[in-house]
């Protein structure tokens, strides 16, 4: 049902030119009064069926944009029963297809709009539904939102829905322009707000992130998800206690938010609390927040706090589960190296490389169990591959220290005098 409210705090004709068909046409004013409009121009005396089409097909998308949609496929079903085939209304109808999962049904649609007529509207349906069901097509889904765009280069969607699918690739510098565009149009974009902060956060710029949010905090005070991305920000300032403040906020505003669980107990984490890390993490175990990333912080959280048995038997149960990634078998390879299970260590080592050669830590682990099997100059040439790939603070000391365990005292020394006299060379 539309709310009384806006619509009734003044009369919807104001002036002696208008009538309540020109003012739902117009589509320019509050959408509870526009589609309050639309409703009372059905009802004039000697309304033409072409005008009946243009008015049914505009509540249609009043409803659509808020949120009212069985009441809009009503509105769109009457109007397409005055005129079945036509460019809007294949264009609305693929809308909320997209809205209502069909997501086949949605490309389906917005394909009859375009044979009718180029729309930009219709472009970014396309090529969301086309993105959505398959990034494997993300090239094709840019294409359709360039056509969007040079149809309207003003249109916001098109360029938040560019952002979105360039940052859903990687493509972090281009998902920026995108968003500074969109900005630059609006620059209360609350939807661009958002997800630019999110890119800035994969860009490692908390700083720069947490400006965004607090500006679409503005907007949308009780947003769970903003309080939570807040968090993370904070977090990797290492201000832990107030990244725990927004990411308790995120909580109370949607416990069943997994991530700001999550980023809660990573800020107890960086406090040292990890007892605490642990039972904020626990109370997850068994239910429906129980998933793959928070299986795995729980598990890091118990091995952070020593509690390597445990933290064994989370992990397994991550990495038997069809979903394991890479850094899934590198905590595993970490905990039984703490438990003396080399064997076992090896293994999860070689499992986690096999899925992404670039994990730094696993490649490290690598090289301490090649010293440990006595294969000296593969741990010396694992070491150094796991420092390009990521200059780790404390392995180091703690390799160096391997190598004098295992009797090689030499190579301890040539490490150390090597790196010191590299060090020197850049100072020079």
Not at 127 to 145: C, P, S
């Given at each position: ?109 917005f394909r009859k709009a375009l044979a009718l007529s180029p729309d930009e509207e219709a472009y970014a ?111 990797m300032q290492d201000f832990n206690m107030v990244a725990l403040a927004s990411a308790e906020k995120a ?6 938010l997994t991530d700001a669980h999550v980023e809660k107990a990573r800020a107890l984490m960086g406090l ?157």
């Amino acid at each position: 049902m539309l709310s009384a409210g806006p619509a009734a705090a003044t009369p919807l004709i104001t002036g002696s030119e208008e009538n309540h068909a020109r003012l739902c046409l117009d589509y320019n004013d509050t959408l509870e009064r526009i589609a309050a409009n639309c409703q009372a121009a059905l009802d004039m005396p000697g309304i033409s069926e072409a005008t009946q089409f243009d008015v049914l097909l505009t509540l249609a998308w009043a409803q659509y944009e808020m949120d009212e949609m069985s009441a809009a496929r009503d509105a769109l079903e009457l109007a397409r029963s005055i005129r079945p085939e036509t460019a809007g209304g294949y264009n609305l109808d693929g809308w909320l297809r997209e809205a209502e999962g069909d997501l086949a049904g949605a490309e389906d649609s917005f394909r009859k709009a375009l044979a009718l007529s180029p729309d930009e509207e219709a472009y970014a349906g396309l090529a969301t539904v086309i993105f959505t069901q398959d990034m494997g097509r993300a090239e094709d889904a840019m294409r359709y939102l360039d056509l969007a765009l040079l149809l309207a280069p003003d249109y916001g969607y098109a360029l938040r829905e560019k952002g979105w699918q360039l940052f859903q690739t990687d493509d972090y510098e281009g998902a920026l322009l995108a968003y500074d565009r969109a900005l630059g149009l609006d620059p209360d974009d609350l939807n661009a707000l958002y997800v630019k902060a999110r890119v800035l956060l994969s860009l490692n710029q908390p700083f720069e992130a947490i400006q965004l949010i607090s500006r679409a905090l503005e907007q949308a005070p009780e947003s769970a998800f903003l309080y939570m991305y807040r968090a993370m920000a904070f977090r990797m300032q290492d201000f832990n206690m107030v990244a725990l403040a927004s990411a308790e906020k995120a909580i109370s505003l949607n416990p069943e938010l997994t991530d700001a669980h999550v980023e809660k107990a990573r800020a107890l984490m960086g406090l040292y609390r990890y007892g605490d890390a642990v039972a904020a993490l626990q109370a997850l175990m068994g239910t429906e927040m129980d998933n793959g990333y928070s299986r795995y912080w729980y598990a890091l959280a118990l091995a952070d706090d020593e509690q390597y048995e445990a933290a064994r038997e989370a992990i397994e149960v991550l990495t038997a589960s069809e979903g394991a990634v890479g850094a899934d078998f590198e905590l595993k390879a970490f905990v039984a190296m703490a438990l003396d299970r080399d064997d076992v260590a090896q293994e999860a080592v070689e499992r986690a490389l096999s899925l992404n050669p670039e994990l730094s830590h696993a490649t490290y682990y690598k090289a301490v169990l090649a010293v440990r099997a006595h294969e000296v100059q593969a741990g010396m040439a694992a070491y150094r591959a796991a420092m390009e790939l990521e200059q780790i603070g404390w392995a180091k000391k703690d390799f160096i220290r391997e190598l004098i365990a295992a009797g090689y005292e030499a190579e301890a020394l040539a490490l150390g005098q090597g790196e010191s006299a590299a060090r020197e060379d850049a100072a020079q």
